[in-house]
């Protein structure tokens, strides 16, 4: 590129870079001395390339020169590896600090008399340790990032970490389904093998009477075959009778054979009604991510406590200090268990997702619970927060989102719903706390324990396996409609007690 931009700041006639360039008529650029040795020679005063005549006197090409100039400076500061005054061409000594450049001694003397100037070495070193300390940041970022001690090498990590606690936790609850499907397996065989055996023995033991009576005649008759003369000729007719063999009626029916429908049939529904048992089923199930650090959940998701150490944790926890649950709910009845054990501080709610903020816990921020407070003091989080007591210490607490149906006299008898939160003691089925909640919004559960060592536990639930009975589609829709009904009434009736209360 460098040899490109020399030649097109060439002469056409010295081949030299341009020396005081003149611009002809036609458009052609000579240096000054070579375009008088031409017209010297040529009288015609034409030009050196294109040959046209010249009747004006040639200009400078400024443009041209300020080019050609630049040009030769860049090449010369290359050459000897200085850098050089643009305008004195000379070496740069000094450094201008009132002006913040590089100068000469002429424009020291020139343009920069009453600045103030200092050694261009000592600005240098100057300015070299101050590029050092803002590079040191970035410098031990660089050895972080190499060293893989980042945050989002520890992200990095975190998440392989989780990768490999998730995979162990799969692979040792598949193992217990392996172990229970073996050891179902194995029963079941075992069973098949007993059922087997016995009637096999059942119909053995026939065959064997049978083998006995049929051996004692046959022995019987050629016994007496052995007779000759009249006493072979009187017991003829007895001993035909003797050797005539019937073929006797089997006195075993259906039943002898294997019960294939007691052993193969539904068999895959049976084991998995018989595995609800042990594969318990939660409601409600923890995520450790909406956690702070000094919070510590259990492998299974379903309990949480207190604890004096911070767990590591990648991402710093900017939000409340709650544990959520993994899954909000929209509509529908939804209900769960908490066990407070012996807990004296404790809160248990809902809320909607925006624990990635720090929001006081109220209604308005979009929070709905139920605080203890001294194992005897409890506090319901509403549009009017109030505090009770209760007689009795609670252990477990059911927490309830339904609706209340009402009916509206002031709309026509209309029949309304609203969607409401209840706090329930899960040992009598009591209700302490209720309140009324948005409708049609995600609430998630949350818990927040208050005390070390006190863990809040989610209770597993009974989840009833039925088989729905096929139903023509008319009586399935009166059959839907006596439940709503049914369920609309239970509901009027569950809103005016409270009412009452």
């Not at 006197?57 to 050089?84: H, I, M, Q, T, Y």
């Not at 070496?91 to 100037?117: P, W």
């Not at 069973?191 to 016995?198: G, I, P, S, T, Y």
Request: hydrophobic fraction near 35%; include cysteine; aromatic fraction near 8%.
């Amino acid at each position: 590129m460098a040899s490109s931009l020399e030649d097109d700041l060439s002469c056409s006639v010295c081949c030299e870079v341009y020396q005081e360039p003149q611009l002809l008529p036609c458009g052609h650029s000579f240096c000054c001395r070579c375009l008088e040795k031409h017209w010297a020679v040529n009288s015609a005063r034409t030009c050196a390339v294109c040959r046209q005549k010249s009747l004006q006197k040639p200009v400078a090409n400024l443009v041209l020169r300020n080019a050609c100039e630049s040009f030769l400076k860049e090449k010369e500061r290359k050459s000897d590896g200085e850098v050089r005054c643009s305008q004195h061409g000379e070496k740069l000594q000094l450094f201008c600090k009132t002006d913040e450049q590089a100068i000469c001694l002429e424009c020291r003397k020139h343009s920069h008399s009453s600045h103030r100037v200092q050694p261009l070495a000592h600005a240098v070193r100057q300015r070299k340790s101050q590029v050092k300390v803002v590079l040191r940041p970035a410098e031990k970022a660089l050895k972080a990032l190499r060293n893989g001690t980042t945050q989002n090498s520890q992200i990095t990590k975190y998440i392989e970490s989780q990768a490999q606690q998730a995979e162990k936790m799969i692979k040792k609850e598949f193992e217990r389904f392996h172990q229970f499907l073996h050891e179902e397996e194995e029963a079941r065989i075992t069973l098949l093998k007993k059922e087997a055996k016995r009637k096999r023995d059942k119909v053995q033991e026939r065959i064997e009477r049978e083998l006995l009576s049929l051996s004692e005649r046959v022995k019987e008759v050629e016994e007496e075959m052995e007779n000759d003369g009249a006493t072979f000729l009187q017991n003829f007719d007895s001993m035909l009778q003797r050797a005539e063999y019937t073929e006797p009626d089997s006195k075993f029916g259906s039943e002898i054979l294997i019960n294939m429908p007691e052993h193969v049939g539904n068999l895959g529904y049976r084991v998995w009604k018989k595995m609800k048992d042990i594969f318990r089923y939660y409601p409600v199930v923890l995520d450790p991510n909406t956690a702070p650090a000094d919070f510590s959940i259990s492998d299974d998701l379903v309990c949480v406590r207190k604890t004096s150490r911070d767990r590591p944790i990648p991402v710093p926890h900017r939000g409340n200090r709650i544990v959520l649950g993994s899954e909000g709910y929209t509509d529908g009845i939804h209900c769960w268990d908490i066990e407070v054990g012996g807990s004296k501080h404790w809160t248990i709610g809902v809320c909607q997702r925006s624990y990635h903020l720090v929001h006081p816990l109220s209604p308005e921020n979009g929070f709905w619970s139920l605080t203890c407070h001294n194992g005897d003091s409890y506090k319901l989080l509403s549009s009017k927060s109030n505090c009770f007591r209760l007689k009795k210490k609670l252990r477990m607490v059911r927490v309830q989102l339904a609706w209340q149906y009402c009916l509206d006299c002031l709309k026509k008898n209309i029949w309304s719903r609203s969607r409401t939160l209840g706090f329930l003691d899960a040992d009598d089925g009591s209700m302490i706390a209720f309140t009324v909640v948005p409708p049609e919004v995600a609430l998630f559960p949350f818990l927040i324990p208050g005390e070390r060592f006190a863990p809040l536990r989610v209770a597993p639930a009974d989840v009833p396996l039925t088989v729905e009975q096929i139903l023509p589609f008319e009586e399935k829709k009166t059959k839907g409609t006596v439940y709503t009904i049914l369920l609309v009434i239970v509901s009027f009736i569950f809103g005016m007690l409270m009412r009452n209360e």
